[in-house]
């Protein structure tokens, strides 16, 4: 059984191995779209990386990002001996649902970004929506299974956890190019992943100590659940008041079309600023 289980997820990992190897470097002659040729200007790697790093807004969008990753997967993780503890008996299934509503959730937010490019209002909406999702089943968790109801109440908040935080990864890292621009979109987006895969040690490592720790509870989980709605409480509170990300991209886009429509000074101005910052 773990031989047929790690050979299909070998094979899983070959098939965008394989894809990637037709990837080909060389541009196009005519650069698709104005920001792509702004690309062409490259400022070199570790310049772009200090960049991003230095960018107090796309720092604040590393955290949120972060805590979205981390809190969400280590909370499923987390959650086994809670769920066992309060005598659930469901070896995993939150998971499933939760990545399965989190997909589809994704797939509605990025259409309403690629429509309004709201992007930093889906962000907000997304950790208040997970802040209230994870302290709701922090609650609920207080008293032990009872029956059915219990178990459907606990897979619509696993859903919810899913639906909330897995869009954030996306729409992320589509904010984080917008706000580094002109930086290469690999070089915003792996920063973005590696500081996230960063807090998947650090989240796990601080649910574990607390739950250690064996404070103010005679099940010592229920603080370490209280540590997790603290830390989405602090994400909220970054996306509401301290999230104002500039779309240097868009705002690069919509100058060149501008020059096109016949505003050549404003638009002349406009384009050459953004690409000089």
């Known amino acids: 059984m773990f031989f047929t289980f790690t050979l299909g997820m070998e094979c899983l990992a070959l098939f965008p191995f394989v894809l990637a190897l037709f990837v080909r470097t060389k541009l196009p002659p005519t650069p698709p779209s104005a920001s792509s040729a702004a690309h062409q200007n490259n400022i070199g790697f570790f310049k772009s990386i200090l960049q991003c790093i230095f960018n107090a807004q796309f720092f604040i969008q590393m955290t949120l990002f972060a805590f979205a990753f981390s809190l969400l997967w280590s909370l499923m993780i987390f959650l086994d001996g809670p769920l066992k503890d309060q005598g659930y008996e469901m070896a995993g299934y939150p998971t499933a649902v939760c990545a399965i509503v989190g997909t589809l959730t994704s797939l509605l937010a990025g259409h309403i970004a690629d429509k309004t490019r709201k992007f930093k209002e889906i962000i907000r909406v997304c ?151």
């Not at 609920?140 to 178990?151: A, E």
């Not at 639906?163 to 706000?179: K, Y």
């Not at 509170?237 to 779309?247: D, G, Q």
């Open 127 to 277: 950790t208040v929506g997970f802040s209230c999702s994870v302290i709701t089943l922090r609650m609920f968790l207080n008293q032990p299974r009872t029956g059915l109801f219990d178990s459907i109440i606990v897979y619509t908040l696993c859903g919810c956890l899913g639906a909330f935080s897995i869009p954030q990864f996306p729409i992320g890292v589509e904010l984080g190019v917008e706000t580094t621009f002109p930086v290469m979109e690999a070089t915003s987006s792996g920063v973005l992943v590696i500081f996230g895969s960063l807090f998947m040690f650090i989240i796990p490592f601080a649910q574990n100590y607390t739950e250690k720790l064996h404070l103010f509870y005679a099940q010592s989980w229920k603080f370490a659940l209280d540590v997790t709605c603290g830390l989405s409480i602090v994400s909220v509170i970054l996306s509401l008041f301290f999230l104002r990300p500039r779309y240097r991209r868009l705002e690069l886009e919509n100058a060149k079309l501008a020059l096109e429509n016949e505003e050549p000074v404003t638009a002349r101005t406009a384009a050459s600023d953004i690409e000089m910052r």
